[in-house]
């Protein structure tokens, strides 16, 4: 079983019909009225939130549409939709300041409830194998991982729900009817959303204003940064003005060489035996050397030794 559901009524053809010169546009228009409320669906589900899934699946569509070479290539677009729709609900970054920090709606039921508190990838297991009916190689591949790996967060899932809501799936996960249970579950769930009607003509507009603001900006920041950098001002190369002219050595007298480098008291240096060079010029030997002894003390200057008593 799964969560493909009909889709509602379409409006007349006159008030959607693309341009009959446009396949793509076509094409596009069908595949928004076949799989648009079911997505909406799963993505309820998946967030167990009415107002993220609306968003996440606007935003496929939208990419869908920018990307839609990419789209219409697809031997399954329906995966396409669901993937991107899937990774902007579950990134952090995508959702709205009121789902980001928590302030969320608490779900209508305690299935809704249990199903909110699994882990995000959790979720996205139950939506795959019991909600969608995909085999777990189908299953792993869509959600980007092993087959082992999708197997351990079903059975980890099955675990949690039948620890938090026993008397809705039944308390016993590796019961054969608690899997019929919990896809009978899901599907009353999702067919109890209110799901909006989809324009596809208003999806293709979205994704072209968007695509037009995104080019705009980009353009924009490029013209900024060319005009920054040719508004900054050039060194002036006038003569005589500070770097008009390359710059000149200063030759600075080196310093006297001393006794400590190396002098041999006849006047020689070691290693060449010159004593011309500047560097290496001896020093003149004074001609006598002071030597200062320190005076050494029996005590403290402040507290002076006593005097020793003579031997008698």
């Given at each position: 079983m799964n969560l493909v559901k009909a889709a509602p009524p379409r409006p007349a053809?006159?008030?959607m019909a693309p341009d009959a010169a446009d396949p793509d546009a076509a094409a596009f228009d069908r595949l928004c009225a076949r799989t648009a409320h079911a997505l909406t669906q799963q993505l309820f589900l998946l967030t167990c939130e009415r107002r993220l899934a609306l968003r996440a699946v606007d935003h496929a569509f939208r990419l869908a549409w920018q990307r839609w070479p990419e789209v219409a290539g697809d031997p399954q677009p329906e995966?396409?939709?669901?993937?991107?729709?899937?990774?902007?609900?579950?990134?952090?970054?995508?959702?709205?300041?009121s789902l980001r920090h928590g302030r969320r709606r608490r779900p209508r039921t305690p299935f809704l409830d249990a199903v909110r508190r699994l882990p995000a990838h959790h979720r996205m297991a139950l939506l795959l194998y019991d909600g969608l009916g995909?085999?777990?190689?189908?299953?792993?591949?869509?959600?980007?991982?092993?087959?082992?790996?999708?197997?351990?967060?079903?059975?980890?899932?099955?675990?949690?729900?039948?620890?938090?809501?026993?008397?809705?799936?039944?308390?016993?996960?590796?019961?054969?009817?608690?899997?019929?249970?919990?896809?009978?579950?899901?599907?009353?769930?999702?067919?109890?959303?209110?799901?909006p009607l989809v324009s596809p003509e208003r999806m293709r507009l979205r994704g072209e204003r968007r695509a037009r603001r995104w080019t705009i900006g980009v353009a924009s920041l490029i013209v900024a940064l060319l005009t920054g950098m040719l508004?900054?001002?050039?060194?002036?190369?006038?003569?005589?003005?500070?770097?008009?002219?390359?710059r000149e050595r200063v030759q600075r007298p080196l310093p006297t060489a001393s006794r400590t480098t190396g002098t041999l008291l006849d006047g020689t240096v070691p290693g060449n035996g010159r004593s011309d060079d500047p560097v290496m010029a001896p020093a003149p030997l004074a001609d006598h050397i002071t030597v200062r002894v320190p005076v050494l003390r029996t005590g403290h200057p402040r507290h002076p030794a006593a005097p020793r008593p003579l031997l008698r």
């Open positions: 053809p006159s008030a995966g396409w939709l669901r993937t991107a729709a899937c990774e902007y609900a579950l990134s952090p970054w995508w959702r709205p300041p995909l085999d777990l190689p189908d299953a792993a591949a869509e959600a980007q991982a092993t087959t082992p790996a999708m197997a351990g967060r079903v059975s980890a899932a099955h675990a949690a729900l039948a620890r938090s809501v026993p008397g809705l799936v039944g308390g016993d996960p590796d019961h054969p009817e608690f899997g019929a249970g919990l896809t009978g579950l899901l599907r009353q769930a999702a067919e109890g959303l209110e799901v508004s900054t001002p050039t060194p002036s190369l006038t003569p005589g003005s500070p770097g008009s002219t390359p």
